[in-house]
């Protein structure tokens, strides 16, 4: 039911083509729009199934496994949270606050044959109840290539207030 | 914000609530906001940290206790102290970290530097002074503290009851909750903290409402095991809500896991299996094994001590009121002090699954509290009703103590009382 006790794991590429920071761009804003779309079930596809998405609770290098994080999430947890969050029962998520993100300030962090490591800036914009809020953060991406394209293999979304009070957060960031 | 106008001797604010009934200004009046963090944050036992997050000499974290920016720390003989974050010159705050060790708080605008204890160590340039300006005048204020099983507390009130009394019948609860440190002790892992646009008194209701679960957390219960949904039929297992008097209250879910180190022969669930693997690999003998996992799994209680502190199953959970329609809450995850890694980390996970901004649970939690401060507005006549119960099942409550069936709202009118109490007092 829950994520595995042991520490994340990462998907081996599989295909050895060099990958672009451009084509690593084009994959990241699908899912930024899969995710302003609230297109979880797509999004589901464009990962692999060793991959891990992190929130961490502290800014910092530590380690995820040994630390509490806002998100923490295998293969199993990311289609445990799409199901609740496409269910219609869960409250902060029918609907969810509306969102327009973008993602830029890319820096290729490392490069190898079937893989890259993409550090970025994301500017996140929700709405709901006449309310606008403003959600900034840190993201790294691993992205390797497989048999069926580019897949996410590690996404941690560092935000600014990682260690401050935030609030309920019924959409994925 | 709360204004800082002194309260009057007596207040009609503590009419606002009648039996089993409360007025809708309760969660709406800026000036009832004001008058409570004088009349309640400024007059009882408020909890500010446990003992391990002061892990060693000269330790600290900065918390607040009803609207006051607090320092509590551990100084070098050990001793804890909750000290006001305000400079005794011209009101700055000491220090503006969440946590740390630091043998000395500078005050960043003139330098007057204080001891952990809140001793005013020196000022800088002190000839500007008259002649017998004296540093040992002006430390830090400090405030009463006490301690009971990890759980420090702090008052502004020189005539509050012992700690012990105040937190009476809730005792023998805080150490039950603290058998989930598997006789390794309890140590905070981390927390989740978040606000919501609500009063404090809707959070507060909610750590002894089991009503709420079945319909609020389906999305939590669905993404669970059959074996664990069952666990969490909060509903269904013979559970009861009992009144500990001085507004505290325990809401008993799971009767199963009230004792942690009771029947510990029962199989493991399937949940825990693999982690009961990796511990017997680590060498753990069997007995260790059941004690860390049974552990692990939390308590089948929510214990609410009035005003700002819960014991909730597995994890504390402590609120700070902001303004009358703004409250802050922190999830502190707990684990296994100096037990083995492998458990914490499973800790860690299960926290995160339920609790936290981004959890399964927390999110539709707040999103249902913001619905009550938006629907207050509505209907100025119109009672907020916590008269929910029937009686508790027979041979669970203490002789003696108000009870109800594990829906019941007994727990809220419990804290209703010591509100209620507290205001006219």
């Known amino acids: 039911m829950t994520t595995s006790i042991f520490a994340p794991t990462t998907a081996t590429p599989r295909v050895a083509?060099?990958?672009?920071?451009?084509?690593?761009?084009?994959?990241?804003?699908?899912?930024?729009?899969?995710?302003?779309?609230?297109?979880?079930?797509?999004?589901?596809?464009?990962?692999?199934?060793?991959?891990?998405?992190?929130?961490?609770t502290e800014r910092g290098d530590g380690d995820p496994v040994v630390q509490l994080n806002l998100l923490y999430d295998d293969d199993a947890m990311r289609r445990m949270r799409v199901k609740r969050l496409?269910?219609?029962?869960?409250?902060?998520?029918?609907?969810?606050?509306?969102?327009?993100?973008?993602?830029?300030?890319?820096?290729v962090a490392a490069s190898e044959p079937g893989l890259i490591a993409v550090r970025g800036a994301q500017i996140l914009v929700e709405y709901k109840y006449d309310r606008t809020r403003i959600i900034a953060a840190d993201v790294t991406y691993r992205i390797v290539a497989t048999d069926d394209g580019l897949k996410l293999d590690q996404k941690v979304v560092t935000l600014i207030n990682a260690d401050d009070p935030l609030h309920g957060i019924g959409y994925l960031l | 914000m709360a204004t800082t106008a002194e309260p009057a001797a007596t207040s009609s604010a503590g009419e606002l609530f009648q039996g089993d009934r409360g007025?809708?200004?309760?969660y709406r009046d800026p000036a009832l906001f004001a008058e409570e963090m004088d009349r309640i944050f400024k007059k009882t036992w408020v909890w500010v940290a446990h003992a391990s997050e002061l892990a060693g000499p000269n330790t600290f974290k900065t918390t607040q206790i009803g609207a006051q920016p607090v320092l509590v720390t551990r100084d070098k003989a050990g001793k804890v102290n909750v000290l006001l974050n305000r400079c005794r010159h011209r009101a700055a705050t000491v220090c503006e970290k969440k946590r740390g060790r630091q043998s000395v708080f500078v005050c960043p605008y003139h330098g007057w530097s204080y001891d952990p204890d809140g001793t005013l160590r020196k000022v800088p340039h002190s000839w500007g002074y008259e002649e017998g300006f004296d540093p040992a005048q002006f430390p830090l204020q400090s405030l009463r503290v006490d301690e009971y099983n990890g759980m420090i507390f702090a008052t502004f009130n020189p005539d509050a009851p012992d700690l012990a009394e105040?937190?009476?019948?809730?005792?023998?609860?805080?150490?039950?909750?603290m058998?989930?440190?598997?006789?390794?002790?309890?140590?905070?892992?981390?927390?989740?903290?978040?606000?919501?646009?609500?009063?404090?008194?809707?959070?507060?209701?909610?750590?002894?409402d089991a009503y709420h679960f079945p319909i609020v957390h389906k999305t939590f219960l669905d993404s669970l095991d059959e074996e664990t949904e069952n666990v969490f039929d909060v509903l269904g297992q013979g559970g009861w809500v009992e009144d500990l008097g001085n507004g505290h209250s325990v809401m008993v879910m799971i009767p199963a896991l009230v004792d942690l180190e009771h029947d510990l022969d029962a199989p493991i669930p399937e949940r825990f299996a693999e982690l009961a693997q990796a511990l017997r690999d680590e060498g753990h003998d069997e007995a260790t094994v059941r004690k860390v996992v049974r552990a692990v799994g939390g308590t089948g209680f929510n214990l609410n001590m009035f005003p700002n502190i819960a014991c909730s199953m597995a994890f504390f959970r402590e609120l700070r009121p902001i303004s009358v329609s703004e409250t802050e809450v922190h999830h502190i995850a707990i684990g296994l002090d100096g037990g083995p890694e492998l458990a914490n980390r499973m800790r860690l996970r299960l926290h995160e699954h339920f609790q936290g901004p981004l959890g399964f649970g927390t999110p539709d939690d707040a999103e249902g509290w913001e619905r009550v401060q938006r629907g207050v507005q509505a209907g100025d006549d119109m009672p907020i009703m916590v008269n929910r119960g029937v009686a508790a099942p027979q041979g669970t409550a203490e002789p003696g103590h108000d009870a109800g069936d594990v829906s019941s709202e007994t727990g809220m009118r419990a804290a209703y009382r010591m509100w209620k109490r507290m205001m006219q007092g």
């Open chain 1, 86 to 107: 496409t269910s219609g029962f869960a409250m902060a998520s029918s609907p969810p606050a509306r969102t327009v993100r973008t993602v830029s300030r890319f820096v």
């Open chain 2, 166 to 177: 105040h937190l009476g019948a809730a005792r023998k609860w805080i150490d039950l909750f």
């Open chain 2, 23 to 26: 007025d809708s200004r309760l």
């Open chain 1, 17 to 56: 083509q060099v990958i672009t920071l451009a084509e690593a761009q084009a994959l990241i804003w699908q899912e930024a729009e899969l995710l302003d779309t609230l297109g979880y079930k797509a999004w589901l596809d464009l990962w692999t199934a060793e991959g891990y998405y992190v929130i961490p």
């Open chain 2, 179 to 208: 058998k989930q440190g598997a006789g390794f002790g309890v140590k905070v892992l981390g927390e989740h903290s978040f606000r919501f646009p609500g009063n404090w008194k809707i959070q507060l209701e909610n750590t002894t």
